[in-house]
């Protein structure tokens, strides 16, 4: 949209542009009365300018008015991914048993918040996606190990998110790239576990 908005600009400039070139031209021609025709043509001209910059202009405003609209949800989901991962992590350290439900849903919302993060801010684009070598033992160790690396994983992200260097940045599209890994595997564990349960 803003690509869009600056080439319509452009062409409104060069729209000024060219009335402003055929009035200069009109005033070095020989000192002659210009016909009707000639000064209706310049006033449909001057209108289609203006009314090309009044467009250009409003879609400016729109274009800005979505640039807001889309920060306040990147904030938004900012937040609420360390808000889940908080929570999901003290339900685990106060449960006796895991609710694989409950962990599975955290998992997926903590996932979704991370994707739509990667999706819009540019910087964050670009982090590896190498892939953690699979813990072993049962599922439910499984789950707890991943449940530890996603926790580290957001930790590190937020904090990394809130240095303004190179350096942090590119550790941070590093860091989303694996909550993005641990979440899907903490969901896919915890859905598996919490089928496996009610069959028992």
């Known amino acids: 949209m803003?690509?869009?908005?600056?080439?319509?600009?452009?062409?409104?400039?060069?729209?000024?542009?060219?009335?402003?070139?055929?009035?200069?031209?009109?005033?070095?021609?020989?000192?002659?009365?210009?016909?009707?025709?000639?000064?209706?043509?310049?006033?449909?001209?001057?209108?289609?300018?203006?009314?090309?910059?009044?467009?250009?202009?409003?879609?400016?405003?729109?274009?800005?008015?979505?640039?807001?609209?889309?920060?306040?949800?990147?904030?938004?989901?900012?937040?609420?991914?360390?808000?889940?991962?908080?929570?999901?992590?003290?339900?685990?350290a106060n449960s006796l048993t895991l609710d694989y439900g409950r962990i599975a849903d955290a998992a997926d919302e903590i996932n979704k918040c991370a994707t739509r993060l990667k999706a819009n801010i540019a910087v964050l684009a670009t982090g590896d996606t190498k892939k953690d070598q699979k813990p072993k033992g049962s599922d439910e160790d499984q789950l707890k190990e991943y449940l530890r690396r996603l926790d580290e994983s957001v930790m590190s992200f937020a904090t990394d998110m809130t240095l303004v260097d190179a350096k942090n940045r590119g550790k941070a599209a590093a860091d989303l790239s694996a909550v993005l890994q641990f979440s899907d595997a903490v969901r896919k564990i915890a859905e598996k576990s919490k089928k496996n349960s009610q069959k028992q």
Do not use: W, Y
Not at 12 to 34: D, E, K, M, N, Y
Not at 55 to 84: C, H, P
């Open 2 to 92: 803003k690509n869009k908005t600056h080439r319509f600009v452009q062409l409104c400039v060069s729209a000024h542009l060219i009335v402003f070139l055929a009035c200069t031209c009109l005033g070095q021609r020989s000192r002659t009365v210009p016909s009707a025709r000639d000064s209706v043509s310049v006033e449909r001209a001057k209108e289609r300018d203006q009314r090309d910059r009044s467009i250009a202009l409003n879609n400016i405003g729109k274009d800005q008015n979505q640039q807001s609209e889309l920060v306040a949800k990147l904030k938004d989901d900012f937040r609420r991914l360390q808000t889940v991962n908080n929570d999901m992590m003290r339900d685990v």
